[in-house]
């Protein structure tokens, strides 16, 4: 195959999926995971997709726009598996906790497993799916219904109903993105409402967010930075945006990344 060719095919998956994985592309195309970065160099510097850590997807987004689960799985991947060991040691056995939907907060149910008496309310799928199948037998796991939105959160009427007489020790809340002006935000207006029943349900608010996170703007905004008891993100969080989050929030947890460190040897 041409690398026209194959480049046209990668544009056409990330169209449709919302994502690629460089190690999945080379598989497919029988070729080296060099050859398939070069062609995401070029598609990206046509503009026709974002590049991520580990592959790539779909360009421009937008206060609306909402990538699948599957697209946001692989960015900032070394940056959430940090966030989600950190998060991961404020849970207790035995505790009641919400986790919400995110591919942070999945990343912190794989650490969550192994965790005794453990009861966990999620509105998100894979969540549920992660501790339903990995989880010890003494857990608890309780998952909202609800409308289903691209990021396979669970949202809306149902959703906020199911929450609503809850009463939790702890939310890990993953957000779409972080405003000095908007707070702590989303694309999608059900999930707001989702995500503000799950912050009123639970005695702290632990908010996951790596650095790519601050200056994006959701249309709708779930909380201000001042409602964060907690909020863990990675090393290559600005300076401005320290000097506000550290103003705004209760605590803030900076954690390295090993894909900060890898470079930084290099």
Known sequence: ???????????????????????????????????????????????L???????????????????????KSVRQSAEKAAIATRAAQLVQPGAAI???????????ARRLVDVPGLTVVTNSLPVAEILHVGGRPDQTVVLTGG?????????????????????????F??????SGRAGFTTPNLMEADTDRALVAAADRLVVLADHTKWGTVGISSIVGLDAAN???????????ARRVLDEKV???????????????AE
């Open 1 to 47: 195959m041409l690398a026209r060719q194959r480049q046209a095919a990668i544009l056409e998956r990330v169209r449709s999926t919302g994502g690629v994985r460089v190690t999945e592309l080379a598989a497919e195309f029988g070729v080296s995971d060099m050859t398939i970065r070069r062609d995401l160099d070029t598609l990206h510097e046509q503009g």
């Open 49 to 71: 997709l974002a590049k991520v850590h580990g592959g790539a997807t779909i360009a421009g987004p937008s206060s609306t726009d909402e990538p699948g689960f599957r697209a």
């Open 98 to 108: 919400a986790l919400s939907a995110g591919t942070t907060t999945a990343e912190l």
């Open 147 to 171: 409308l289903r939105t691209p990021s396979d959160a669970l949202v809306g009427p149902l959703a906020v109903s199911a929450i609503a007489s809850l009463h939790l020790d702890l939310l």
């Open 173 to 178: 809340l993953g957000v779409h993105g972080i």
């Open 230 to 240: 907690v909020l863990i993100t990675d090393d290559r969080l600005p300076p401005e």
């Open 250 to 264: 209760d605590e803030l947890m900076i954690v390295r990344s090993a894909g900060r460190a890898t470079e930084e």
